[in-house]
């Protein structure tokens, strides 16, 4: 027992050094103040890239917190924002507010922020992931914002309180994409499929078993922060081999439950 306490006591250590973390101020276009958290590799880490992240409704910066510092040993640095009404941006003690449906449209401007206080440091790469309402936003910020190479979206959904995907991945054009999703969430998982078959750049769906929406996936399934590190660094070949190909016996429920803006996927 005390060896395994010393060994967590040196990995606290390597992880603090490695990781260069801070709270800053993002501020949207509207004027609105966002708390953020800043990581960066060490100083002597060659940075690789800048990582947004951005969290799912009712969520916060925070769940990001182990994924961010998995990268920052990589070499990449992160920025994880408070959406608007989420997170440190409610004053302690102060009841959670009423978002309206323009709120959800202008937290869009709250993942340009974040871009913009990346791309100011010109990176090789700028890359935008998001979990669910996150995703939505992600995609359709990166979609207007040629600065964005690539972008991870975990449990993307159609449309998330008037934030729509698809027209949004068109824009998009022939930038890479990746894009998570569990079996068991019909909605995310149709809603994949169907993004999938309209991406025009280097793209790959995943679909796990039973791992949840959103960073939860992060929690339950080990494998995906490989294949999110993979992808980061381009390791991941996408050969016929390794693309993801739909299970025709994957249950993804009752086709009805989704609405979608291109072609209709047939009923499992």
Known sequence: MKSITILTALLAILLADDVQARDITLTSSDGTQLHAVYNEPAANKN?????VLIHAEKRQAADWKYLSNRLNQLGFKTIAPDLRGHGQNIPEDAPAPTIQDSDYQAM???????LD????????????M????????????????ERVSN????????????????DALRQYGEREILIVVSDEDHYSAKTGLLLISEAAGESRLEVYHEAGHGTTMLNREPALEG??????????????DSMFLPNPT?????????ETTGPRLPAH
């Open 151 to 166: 972008v991870i979206l975990l449990s993307p959904g159609l449309n998330y309180h008037g934030v729509t995907s698809a």
């Open 130 to 145: 998001g979990a669910s309402l996150g995703a939505n936003l992600v995609m359709h910020a990166a979609a207007a914002d």
């Open 47 to 51: 940075c690789l890239g800048a990582v």
């Open 250 to 258: 994957m249950d993804l429920g009752n086709e009805e439950d989704i």
């Open 227 to 240: 294949l999110i590190v993979s992808w980061l660094l381009g390791t991941h070949h996408m050969d016929a």
């Open 108 to 114: 869009v401007d709250d993942v340009r922020a974040a």
């Open 117 to 128: 206080y990346m791309a100011s440091g010109e990176p090789e790469k700028l890359v935008a």
